[in-house]
């Protein structure tokens, strides 16, 4: 951690203001690997319903929640309105059951997968920023 004197340290967090915004929306916007740039489509032959799909490495994963009704399933508070918005609820074994033709369920080590990468990636944009905010922060004491 550096050792910073006190005159300094009012300085570097008005100059850690103005970096914050860029920050967040470096964090929110910036384009990366695993990301999607776009959604792909996947109509259900069951009922003709379209759900976006997605792409994160060599996986295809839905990126909405299945609204097929079949066995035990149902509606947040019992209102058609949140299935057609959010997707239906299912019990586990409805839920094992519902998935169409060449999908099914992501098993742990398919989750898992997803994640170290989501995860990866977000530290290196994380450790990337860091980086430059760290940098700065160094040359604002010594030349300033």
Not at 14 to 19: E, I, L, T, V, W
Not at 100 to 111: I, M, R, V
Request: hydrophobic residues 40%.
């Amino acid at each position: 951690m550096l050792d910073i004197n006190f005159d300094h340290k009012q300085e570097i967090k008005y100059k850690m203001k103005n970096y914050l915004p860029i920050i967040v929306c470096c964090a929110l916007f910036c384009s990366t690997n695993v990301y999607p740039q776009k959604y792909d489509e996947f109509i259900d032959k069951r009922d003709n319903q379209t759900y976006k799909i997605v792409k994160v490495g060599d996986q295809v994963w839905m990126a909405e929640n299945m609204n097929y009704k079949m066995g035990v399933s149902w509606c947040f508070v019992n209102e058609e309105s949140y299935c057609d918005t959010y997707g239906r609820l299912y019990d586990w074994y409805t839920a094992t059951k519902v998935c169409p033709a060449g999908w099914h369920l992501p098993t742990d080590k398919e989750y898992i997968i997803t994640q170290i990468m989501l995860i990866s990636d977000i530290m290196k944009k994380v450790l990337f920023f860091g980086h430059l905010l760290k940098r700065d922060i160094v040359l604002a004491i010594l030349f300033n």
